[in-house]
């Protein structure tokens, strides 16, 4: 018999055609969302204790006790509850899985599921995998803000659960006090879960604060979530993130992920346990990457995009729309074969193509390279005669 496709809209991603591109081309790969330099070398030096150390087993299915206990430290710290680190804190093989995981723990069959876009790759799928139907509800265009009397629009006997991502990729847009209220408001007293997607929960700019959905009173008791110390320490390649969810979800997440992944790796969890006792090491990264943020954006005043600054993430996005109707995914294209600058072009991020003529770069790279980049982007109106 014929394999028929659970995914037969599901190629090979952008990122991965883009980073490709670039890699032939030799060009700047400003594409896809990882840091371009290393680690802390003293993390480095602690999974090194660990592994020489003996720590290379199995680690428990939900995460080792010391790491599960730091990280609700960190988020009585940063947040100001404190998740039970035994029943309510899992650690998984990085955030996509843990978002894959929410989402089956919950969506059956027929569910519909709100879907905030643009939106990162890994939700659609997750949802069609589990029967469930993709309800989409488009950002506003220009700032990226929700605009909540639609999305109430869209919620209907059959809404399971709904998706944000704060600070977002792509726009870099990060949610307000009000936006949480809001979605309190709209799923309180319904049988609506959320999952949040908060991987880039430490990296905001102008003194922004990221308010995790946990912290609030209500969302709480109805959301999963998903973070990730890959972004937040410059190790993506690690795969290891976790989910912070109530003692029932949890319950039922846990279900999902030991016979995901079961566990995750040991020796890093317990390297991460130790490194997480400097609250430093993640209550700096604001200013570490701003720097990088201010740095691009001050280089793209001088080319013809038009852009507000990201408020979050790694991304920066510009408009070209005042300059070009050529779709953004031709121009991303051309930027990589000629200029020798990858990036992301954010129709890719909506159901239905969206193109408004909109690009994304990655200033999570060094700033040599970041320079380099600007220098060549400068050549931009060259695509567009």
Sequence with gaps: MPLISKLPQVG?????????????????????????????????????KYTRGGQNQYAPMSGVSELKLALAKKTQLTQGYYPDPETEVTIVSGATEALFAAFTAVVRPGDEVIVLE???DSYVPAIHL???????????????SV???????????????????SPHNPSGQVWSREDVEQLASLVSKTGIYVISDEVYEHILFDRRVHISLGSHPILREQTFVCGSFGKTFHVTG???????????????????????????????????????ENPQH????????????DLFVEGLKST?????????????????????KKSDVLIAEQMTRQLKVACIPVSVFYSTGQDHQVLRFCFAKKEEELEEALR??????ILFD
């Design 376 to 381: 060549r982007i400068q050549k931009i109106e």
């Design 12 to 48: 090979t991603t952008i990122f991965t055609t883009m980073s490709r591109m670039a890699q032939e081309e030799n060009a700047i790969n400003l594409a896809q969302g990882f840091p371009g330099f290393g680690s802390d070398p003293a993390l480095l030096e602690l999974v090194a």
């Design 238 to 276: 690690w795969k290891i993130g976790y989910c912070i969810a109530p003692k029932v979800l949890s319950a039922e997440f846990r279900k999902i992920h030991q016979y995901l992944t079961f566990s995750t790796v040991t020796p890093i969890q317990y390297a991460l346990a130790e490194y997480l």
């Design 304 to 324: 013809p995009f038009t852009f507000q600054d990201s408020q979050g993430s790694f991304f920066q996005l510009v408009s070209y729309a005042h300059l070009s």
């Design 118 to 120: 643009p939106a990162y």
């Design 147 to 165: 605009d909540w009397e639609l999305v109430a629009s869209k919620v209907t006997s059959k809404t399971r659960a709904i998706v944000v991502n």
């Design 130 to 144: 589990n029967g469930g139907i993709p309800i989409f509800v488009s950002l506003n265009p220009i700032d990226f």
């Design 282 to 293: 993640y209550l700096g990264l604001p200013a570490f990457y701003q720097k990088k943020r």
